[in-house]
Each structure stands twice: as structure tokens, then as C-alpha cells.
């Protein structure tokens, strides 16, 4: 009997391991407020799978540092400690996949790419506008691809990839064809993963909304869910930072009267870093 794919789907997240004790630590420090860095530093370096996995990441190319970081204690000096807590939660999420993003068009590199370009953008832009909503929205938004990897594992399991890729160029909305191949949407899958791994709450109900028009978003997530939303139409999985979709984020912007000026500076800044 053929599984409908949102049942798979959730069959998958239902599947995945508990976060570690050691991440499990790091989330309660940071449910504290801002935390000790001594304190979040002794914590991952009492866990050598993840203090090796932070090392790895931080020295990935797509960083560009010159000189290879050795310790936890330089990656948080140069990342911070909320660069850090997105890497961290990446790291222990995706390591539950068989990562192939092929029906998107895309390689593992550059969905990490794009992943890290998102975390940073909002990171950059929201601190001059939010720095609380900055330090809430920056993890969220490195892992707010996450459920494609679901959705594309589902669609090659049913040997779609091609129909499915050939959609996303002919229509362009991502979201769209996902609902249409998968009776869900990358966010939705987010909701799911983020619940199942008893993140904090702010998680799973900014993707909740993440698809929803502005005016159907609670007051109370406009905050959190607006600038993710921003972001994903700047930096996605078909244009990151092209002058199409930047415009198009300028275009929202505006309508909500945001300053568009800072938020080009840090495109232009992004893009020179990640894209040039």
C-alpha cells in the first residue's frame, strides 16, 4: 500500500533521534537570556562529537578565513555565541538525514551555503533594528531549509525529482509546488522537526506562519515571522541575493515602511562575502 507523502514525511521526523544532552544544556542556557560564554564554551567542549563538528564547520571554506580555527573558544570569539547556538542545532538536526537536495537543483554545499547566508543576513540587518528579535530569528533561520531535505528525499523515493525540478523553474514558487508533490511545504515540515525536537516554541510557530500573508499573522509573531520571511524571498534555494529577489524583498520592505538603505548594505556585503 503506497504511504500518502505527508504521512512518510511525518514518519521521518517521528523517526529522527533526541537532541543530545550536551545541546540539550546549551538550549537551556540560552532559554536563561544572554549566556556565559565560559559557561557554553565548557559545555561543548565536554562533548568532542559536536566540539569536532563545530571545528569542522567553522573551517569550511564558504567561511573564508585564512588561518584554521582550533578551538571552541576561537570559533565563539569570531562567530558569537548566537552564530554559534545556529551551527550547533544545524549540526544535530541534519545529522538524522541522507542529505540530497537534487530535486531542488541544487548540491549539500550549496544548501549549507545557502543556509549560513540566510543566519548571517538576518543576523547583520535585525541587530540594527532588533537586537533581541536578532538573537531570537538568527537560529531559526539557519535551519528554515531543513525540511526540504524531507521533501526531497520523499519525491526520490517516488522518482519525481525531474517533474518536480522542471515545476520550480517553470512556476518559481517553491512552496507551491512542494504542496503540490508532497501535500506540504518546507516550513510545515520545519513546524514538525523543530516540535519533535522540543525546541523552544518560537521555532515551530514562526514556520507555522512562515507561509501565511502578513495579515494572518498572530501580532504577536509579526516580529519574528516578518524579517524571516524577508529574508527566505532575498535567499532561497532558486536566487540568493540576485537583483530580482532582492528587489522583490525591497518591494515588501517598503510596503511595511522598513528602512530599505540598511538592509541593502547588508546584501551587498553578503554578497560580496558569499556570492563574488
Known amino acids: 500500500m503506497h504511504i500518502l507523502p505527508y504521512n512518510y514525511i511525518i514518519e521521518q521526523v517521528n523517526s529522527l533521534p533526541p537532541l543530545p544532552e550536551s545541546v540539550l544544556k546549551i538550549e537551556d542556557l540560552f532559554a536563561q537570556g544572554d549566556p556565559n560564554i565560559d559557561d557554553l564554551i565548557a559545555i561543548i567542549e565536554k562533548d568532542p562529537s559536536l566540539t569536532a563538528g563545530i571545528l569542522s564547520k567553522v573551517n569550511a571554506p564558504m567561511y573564508g578565513f585564512s588561518k584554521s580555527i582550533v578551538s571552541i573558544l576561537q570559533a565563539v570569539t569570531l562567530f558569537g555565541h548566537?552564530?554559534?547556538r545556529s551551527i550547533v542545532l544545524g549540526l544535530c538536526i541534519q545529522r538524522?538525514?541522507?542529505i540530497n537536495l537534487s530535486p531542488y537543483g541544487i548540491t549539500t554545499s550549496e544548501f549549507s551555503k545557502i543556509s549560513i547566508m540566510q543566519s548571517e543576513f538576518i543576523f547583520q540587518w535585525y541587530m540594527a533594528i532588533n537586537i533581541n528579535i536578532a538573537r531570537i530569528v538568527t537560529?531559526?533561520?539557519?535551519?528554515m531549509e531543513t525540511g526540504k531535505i524531507l521533501i526531497a528525499?520523499?519525491?526520490l523515493q517516488d522518482q519525481k525529482d525531474q517533474d518536480f525540478y522542471n515545476e520550480l523553474l517553470e512556476y518559481k514558487n517553491i512552496s507551491?509546488?512542494?504542496?503540490?508533490y508532497v501535500a506540504m511545504t518546507t516550513a510545515q515540515v520545519n513546524a514538525l522537526i523543530f516540535e519533535h525536537m522540543n525546541l523552544h516554541a518560537s521555532f515551530s510557530d514562526s514556520m507555522k506562519y512562515l507561509d501565511s500573508e502578513y495579515e494572518e499573522i498572530p501580532d504577536e509573531m509579526k516580529d519574528i515571522v516578518f524579517p524571516l520571511h524577508v529574508v527566505r524571498i532575498a535567499?532561497?534555494?532558486q536566487e540568493q541575493l540576485t537583483e530580482n529577489s532582492i528587489n522583490k524583498a525591497l518591494e515588501i520592505l517598503q510596503k511595511h515602511?522598513?528602512?530599505e538603505e540598511s538592509f541593502k548594505r547588508v546584501a551587498k556585503r553578503i554578497r560580496i562575502k558569499h556570492m563574488e
Not at 139 to 143: Q, R, V
Not at 176 to 180: A, D, K, L, Y
Open 82 to 84: 548566537t552564530q554559534i
Open 96 to 98: 538524522g538525514f541522507d
Open 139 to 143: 537560529p531559526i533561520a539557519f535551519l
Open 153 to 155: 528525499k520523499d519525491i
Open 176 to 180: 507551491s509546488v512542494e504542496n503540490n
Open 235 to 237: 535567499i532561497n534555494a
Open 257 to 259: 515602511s522598513y528602512n
